[in-house]
């Protein structure tokens, strides 16, 4: 009997689970989930209705070297939704028994240096397999490698994804809610941002981020805008666009969201390293103007307004507003950083409630040349979610992994080392089956001038 | 026979080891100047005229633990002049052997934590013994136990310093030139800073800094500006002012140098994380327009002029242009960050020339009440160095060392533990002979309404 190892039963797990569960009925699998606390891991089981099926819930200490390669040695599938860190000691352990991982997260300097190691043991080591980065790789692959062979030229690539709330349950002025990691949301952006444009190489400071976004037109859906996601660059390599002279990959969200958010990045509030002293008995206002210049005349609406060089009565200050920051409420928190208090207060007031539905959208554009002339490609995906717990971003991240387990455990794929997935052998079949689970793309070409 | 140990012969120690051998002359002490290279330490001897006296030159590898111990072990009082992240093996090494240690440098939390050791083993780790920080603790503590004295209530307290180019050699638009470490200078000021003004506590982060400046008029030279420094609050504690309201300490330019060294934040060219690709065959034009948004419309200059909100004939893209970043020049340096490029070209246009002095600048500010009424008090201490060797940060950095060896060998200092100067103890005899040598505050003070 083969046996699959699901590492993490964090909130997003239960698409995943489910599906697992499934292939372990139809196949006769054995799905062992591990948590630090396994009483979390047992009750995804039973939440996904995996009671009487050969799925067990075990606790497990990520950090723990020896538990992880008592566990991994059992499996024939491991499959990992740990938070970024704490991949390595299981890939190491995955190396050395010859199992095949898979992550939805982005090859982290450590996890590359097993390529060789992994290739020589002939184990796979498949990361970035779940939405963004996961189903992005995948349909932009599958249109480059069409293209190529129709021998067109790409001239542009542009690529955004963003988790956000379904239309009908955008209720409030950030038109936003948090459907993935808040922590993530908050830190989204820090370090750099690297793309090109007619050959040219952007850098993007973190301070200058939010204000540098493109309008994202979304059938459908509307008008919406994306800044530069990390480093765009290195993309030319890996989706084999090595002469293309404008690439950027990028995030989501509704349009005005940026400039507002653009805000706590002047303000300094997305800081996560200075404490703030008192901060439990410190009212929000108090925090806001912390970070405004001291006036004897200005209000801390007025003075947040002239910083950010908009109207007192504006969008943005609205927004501002609509969060309390001006407010008097106390934070509550003990000596938290910036980042925490800011992460804090927006749990609030950006939670998905009881009954509110996620979405997620991801949208390709090419631009290339064909003998017959020039061509725009656009590719959209748009998922909404079932429900709290089947999100639309549960799903996009969770089935990628589910179905890359399936492919392995049947043998496949036959690829190995350190690999995200941009080759057929990989993207083809997953696509495939997401569109049979209804995750479908809709494309329109337009000839262009 | 005393034995004085100095560590590090770096540009900046020529006025210390001068006092120093004058010092071993007069007292009959040994001198013994150690580097990574032990020419170095030969050459600083001789070309101060220590070719006749009981100085020795040696080399010494500062992370070399065992060498530490046993060069400290023979000395009565040791100096560091080492880079601060390598006076923890020497501090190690002073508490090991009971030996007292002067430095410049900040008080790092790894220095502070040997405060208990170096107080149950009765040595003295006395840092922040330079000129900022060194002089300006010392200076402001003299007026604060003064004021005190006389029953006054200090209301606010604002101290400027800085290291610039004497008036008589400012000859480029910045009127700015290196008299200290290019690289501190480049990355001055990455963190958040921390400061108090009536009462609110502001944080003003990285990117935002250098436009948060406030007028500094020094009397006899003009207008400057200030930048606030790190963490001013803790002065509060540190300085013995615990209810004070306002208190602000900052680093100080000629007027108009913020503004545009912000330009350079705001591209993003004082990050020192990233590498630029192929940056040896860029140039520098090309490396500017690095940072800003691609235009098929508008030149690299126009695009920074609306970036900085600036026109484009202006002062600050004057200054920009005179560096030549706008110019064709290669940059010649292989995969460097940003900050490492910015700095390669400022120490060529920033070099104070053969036959240039600089000049060091302190300013404090108080403000206070006594039964008479209310009064502004205002302390300037204006240092010219004398030639490329005996700078006036090279004076005002290695005097109060050289002092403080002499107090400690002299047993004229009882204090134990890691210190810094804030203590009559210390700062009584330090400042009177600084006078003596030419180093004098003067001081106004005026009755306000």
Redesign the interface.
Known sequence: MKNILLLGAGRSSDVLIDYLLKLCRSEGYQLTVADAVKQTAHAKIIANGGEHTAAQAIALDGNNQEQCRSVVQNADVVISLLPPAAHLTVAQACVEFGKPLLTASYVSPEMRALHKDAEEKGVLLLNELGFDPGIDHMSAMQIIDRLHAEDAVITAFRSYAGGLVAPEYDNNPWHYKFTWNPRNVVLAGK??A?YM??G??????Y??LFS?TEDVFVEGLGDYEGYPNRDSVIYRELYGLRQIPTILRGTLRRKGFCAAWDTFV???MT?D??II?NSANMTYREFT??????SRTYLVEEKLAMMMNVPRKSELIDKIEWLGLFGHHKIGLERAT?AQILQHLLEQKWKLEEGDRDMVILQHRFEYHKAEGNFELVSDLIVYGNDNRHTAMAKTVGLPLGIGAKLLLTNQIQLTGVQIPVKEEIYKPILAELAELGIVFRERIRSVE
Chains 1, 2 share one sequence.
């Open positions: 370090g750099t690297k444009i007619n040219q190489m952007k850098y993007v400071p301070h200058r540098h002047q303000l300094g800081d390293e200075i002293d103007n912390m970070f405004l210049q001291y910036p």
